[in-house]
């Protein structure tokens, strides 16, 4: 059973730092790339940064680039987001998923995990 769990969440002021784990069991030949989504209230969920757990290529989202780091660690089945330099408008709900294809686009993931809260403000 494939199943993908967040944790590291929290609240943050400007500026700040937060690191981000998913951990994910259970691969299905669907489940090559490892993608970080966020939803804040009111918005679509967008794609945040992705992965392939093969390659290690990684792609982000242009308001995050320089900002985030995604890496990977196969031997313990897990994925990780550095934020840095954190700022309000990252405020959102964090969801990591698994899913075939490279790409931000969030249709082609078929397993999602709950969402962790990430808040940045004074």
């Known amino acids: 059973q494939v199943q993908v769990v967040e944790s590291g969440g929290g609240s943050v002021q400007p500026g700040g730092s937060l690191t981000l784990s998913c951990a994910a069991s259970g691969f299905a030949r669907d489940s090559n790339v490892i993608g970080w989504f966020r939803q804040a209230p009111g918005k679509e969920r967008e794609g945040v940064s992705c992965?392939?757990?093969?390659?290690?290529?990684?792609n982000y989202v242009d308001s995050v680039e320089g900002r985030f780091t995604i890496s990977r660690d196969n031997d313990k089945n897990m994925v990780y987001l550095q934020m840095n330099n954190l700022k309000p408008e990252d405020t959102a709900v964090y969801y990591c998923?698994?899913?075939?294809?490279?790409?931000?686009?969030?249709?082609?993931?078929?397993?999602w995990g709950q969402g962790t809260q990430v808040t940045v403000s004074l």
């Open positions: 998923a698994m899913g075939p294809i490279w790409t931000l686009e969030k249709s082609p993931y078929k397993y």
């Open positions: 992965i392939s757990r093969r390659s290690g290529n990684t």
